[in-house]
């Protein structure tokens, strides 16, 4: 039987920072690390869009990307 550890979480936040010449948006992050197991996706969600409101830019996505061990 496969065993699935959790090692380890972050939480990106993608910032739409400006516009090129040619007016496509020009994209910023800020990751956050060392997140654990117990969060849950609308926690996150509310949190990142906390963090987004202390910003000046508008917040684009958040992205939450999970690593495992399988065993």
Same mark, same amino acid.
């Given at each position: 039987? *496969?065993?699935? =550890?959790?090692?380890?979480?972050?939480?990106?936040?993608?910032? %739409? #920072?400006?516009? /090129? +010449?040619?007016?496509?948006?020009?994209?910023?992050?800020? *990751?956050?690390? =060392?997140?654990?197991?117990?969060?849950?996706?609308?926690?996150? %969600? #509310?949190?990142? /869009? +906390?963090?987004?409101?202390?910003?000046?830019?508008?917040?684009?996505?958040?992205?939450?990307?999970?690593?495992?061990?399988?065993?």
């Amino acid at each position: 039987m *496969t065993k699935v =550890n959790f090692v380890g979480a972050t939480v990106r936040l993608k910032y %739409v #920072a400006g516009q /090129n +010449a040619q007016n496509e948006p020009l994209f910023t992050t800020k *990751t956050y690390r =060392n997140l654990n197991s117990s969060h849950k996706a609308e926690d996150l %969600v #509310a949190v990142a /869009n +906390a963090i987004a409101s202390l910003s000046s830019h508008a917040l684009d996505s958040i992205v939450k990307q999970e690593t495992t061990d399988l065993s």
